[in-house]
């Protein structure tokens, strides 16, 4: 749980609007939101490789946009004749409704940040 809390306020309550417009396009800015985001991290541990896994990570992810990327290809797993079909912003065919593709993809983005937190904090 507190896992989950500290995701929640460093993602979305720490996250200014300029940081959450900007991370995929500049490092610098993709850099200070991963800073930012590991923050409320060191209330659940002060192991310096967890803490530098998450700020990694997120910054990677984020900066990378890799939920797109894994939508993609989780999509593009089927018929190959339909693999351009999935070569959109959210990883998802024009044919979803945009509503949806980008929900999707916010979650596939919070489980791969989830993930990674996770293990951060388990094993390191």
Known sequence: MEQILAHLVGDYILQTSHMAENKIRSWPVAILHAFVYSLPFTL????????????????????????????????????????????????????????LSVWLVIVTDNTMHLLCNYFAIRYL
Do not use: C
Request: hydrophobic letters at 45%.
């Open 44 to 99: 659940i541990t002060l192991s310096p490789a967890a803490l530098a896994v998450i700020f990694g990570t997120h910054a990677v992810i984020d900066r990378y946009r890799l939920a797109h990327y894994v939508a993609m290809a989780k999509n593009m797993a089927g018929d190959p004749r339909h693999w351009r079909d999935f070569h959109t912003y959210t990883g998802y065919a024009d044919s979803t409704p945009a509503w």
